[in-house]
């Protein structure tokens, strides 16, 4: 219950931040409470923005903006956004280093991630060192625990708004296979 209304009460403060004349600074400070100081967040299943190509994160937050996925205390918190703001806080966090942090690194997990990852042609599409382009995320670094919710979200068909190509890429692939995966791409640099 305590956590719901702190994202209500988030959502509002955030959603006040944005498309009423403040600075990028002012919403960049607010979006930090969540995804972290420079955009490398600390709480569980939030991701790092830090790094990430700004076409993804324009689109994300349009994405948010319009419902899609439906996230209701993002879609408030860019309700009244111009793109022009949202080009603007893109570029701010696509231009913060990432300082990736997570678990120590498990042997036989990364192998059998380099494994899966190699199988399922990852690097194809976020490529060879997993910095993302374009509209495809960076996986390199990204929270270990978003990484694995968010596969498995995709597998199970529950991630809406979405290209459906990820789903099909994790169809069949098990838990397991999947925090094997996480734990690989949050162990890049």
Known sequence: MRSAALVVVLALTCGAAFGQGNSVSEAVAVCSACHGKDGNAVLALTPSLA?????????????????????????????????????????YF????????????NAEMYEKGAALSKRGSCG???????????????????????????????????????????TGILYGISDAEIKALAHYFAQQK
């Open 51 to 91: 790094s990430q190509p700004e076409t993804f994160l324009v689109s994300q937050m349009i994405l948010f903006r319009e419902g899609l996925p439906q996230v209701p205390a993002m879609a408030a918190v860019f309700a009244k956004t111009s793109e022009q703001d949202l080009v603007d806080l893109a570029a």
């Open 124 to 166: 194809g599409c976020h490529l060879p060192d997993y910095r993302g382009r374009d509209q495809i995320p960076r996986l390199a670094g990204q929270r270990e625990d978003y990484l694995a919710a968010t596969m498995i979200a995709y597998r199970d068909s529950k991630r809406s708004g979405t290209d459906t190509t990820m």
């Open 94 to 105: 696509n231009k913060q280093t990432l300082k990736p942090g997570g678990q120590a690194r």
